[in-house]
């Protein structure tokens, strides 16, 4: 028997369910406004690829490749395009900022993760990141005024050995870590070529490397000469002050995301909170650790204020590869040269310079983002 007293309602049809007119409409302008956006940023970033491009392409086809390397120095004005100059000193300010934020930065991502509780990490990593809103020219002169003279002036030579020595040995445990795991890749596939190829070299890089810094610091040693005047160690020690909260930040965050879970079977297996940190959390995190790394690189190599006030030379200066002594990175290389003149154009090559000098920290940086994203894309792990 059917019950007439519910009452079913009206079927809904298919123009009752199309969106109004009216609000079509809408969706359309916003859609092409959010596709305007979109283009305007590739055009934007197009425009300035070309730019450097082509002004680099003049200095490229028109300078003397034979006089870019072993001369006096960089000299723009006058003609000298050592490129060396302005090479290495931006690798050593960028080493010397890593080893003070790549520490003290992770340090700080692994007690923000595991170790404060709420109400500290509440207030202790927004003071963190305030460090990073600080003017590059405030860290600068900072850098100039109170770092050059009460840290690197009064740093001995016995000290600078005992800090590389450290820095050696520290780089020697990590790379017999890698070699230990290349030597059982080696034995696993002794039957295949390219295993046993890429162990070989990678043990062969490794050792190298090693040789090439020790030889570094010896020499550097040897030579030594600190003054309370703008080096390269300053520079890179405001650097590395500038990047702390880079690398604190985006480890803690990769850190966080880490499942619980993963902590919780640790603790149940009797680990302790060191160990789980150091054996669970960042293996777990390792992608994002490495992207943090990476970014602060990018953001040493890319610094212009702290190495432009703090560095030591002006727009011009000779080869050096100490840094206690004054030298040139590339930044500070284009922002000294362009700065508060216009008679850098018609000097020969000068005005091309700072475009070749901008084309080289790009492709610097975009090939440090690409093999980011491919190690990151090849050990993340998806929880």
Request: charged share 15%; proline share 17%.
């Given at each position: 028997m059917t019950d007439t007293s519910v009452v079913h309602p009206e079927r809904l049809t298919v123009d009752q369910l199309q969106i109004a007119p009216g609000r079509r409409h809408r969706e359309v302008?916003?859609?092409y406004t959010l596709l305007v956006t979109a283009l305007v940023s590739v055009l934007v970033s197009t425009l300035i690829v070309w730019s450097l491009l082509r002004e680099a392409w003049t200095f490229i086809t028109e300078v003397v490749w034979a006089d870019t390397w072993g001369q006096q120095g960089w000299f723009p004005r006058r003609g000298l395009y050592?490129?060396?100059?302005i090479v290495v000193?931006?690798?050593i300010v960028t080493g010397i900022a890593m080893v003070v934020a790549g520490p003290l930065g992770l340090g700080a991502a692994v007690y923000l993760s595991e170790y404060a509780n709420p109400r500290v990490r509440s207030w202790l990593k927004p003071a963190l990141e305030i460090l990073a809103g600080i003017p590059s020219v405030v860290l600068g002169f900072?850098?100039?005024t109170w770092i050059a003279p009460n840290i690197v002036g009064r740093i001995g030579k016995d000290t600078f050995l005992i800090v590389g020595a450290v820095v050696l040995l520290g780089y020697a445990a990590v790379a017999a870590g890698i070699a230990r795991v290349k030597v059982k890749q080696y034995r696993e596939g002794a039957a295949d070529p390219s295993a046993r190829v890429g162990a070989v070299a990678s043990i062969a890089t490794l050792i190298v490397v090693f040789g090439l810094a020790a030889a570094w610091i010896l020499n550097v040693w040897l030579d030594f000469?600190?003054?309370?005047a703008g080096s390269l160690a300053a520079a890179g020690i405001g650097v590395g002050v500038l990047t702390i909260p880079l690398?604190?930040?985006i480890s803690e965050d990769a850190m966080a995301a880490?499942?619980?879970a993963l902590r919780e079977a640790s603790a149940g297996l009797g680990a302790r909170k060191m160990a789980t940190a150091t054996t669970v959390v960042l293996p777990a995190a390792i992608s994002g650790i490495v992207a943090a790394f990476i970014v602060a690189v990018s953001r040493a190599l890319g610094e212009t204020m702290v190495v432009f006030m703090a560095g030591g030379a002006a727009d011009a200066a000779r080869f050096t590869d100490s840094p206690f002594e004054g030298g040139l990175t590339m930044t500070a290389a284009m922002a000294s040269l362009a700065s508060g003149t216009d008679s850098v154009v018609g000097e020969g090559l000068t005005f091309q310079s700072l475009y070749f000098v901008g084309l080289m920290l790009f492709l610097l940086t975009l090939s440090l983002n690409i093999i980011a994203a491919r190690f990151v894309s090849k050990v993340r792990e998806a929880y």
């Open positions: 302008i916003i859609r050592d490129i060396p100059t000193p931006s690798l900072f850098a100039l000469a600190p003054n309370g690398v604190a930040s880490v499942p619980d």
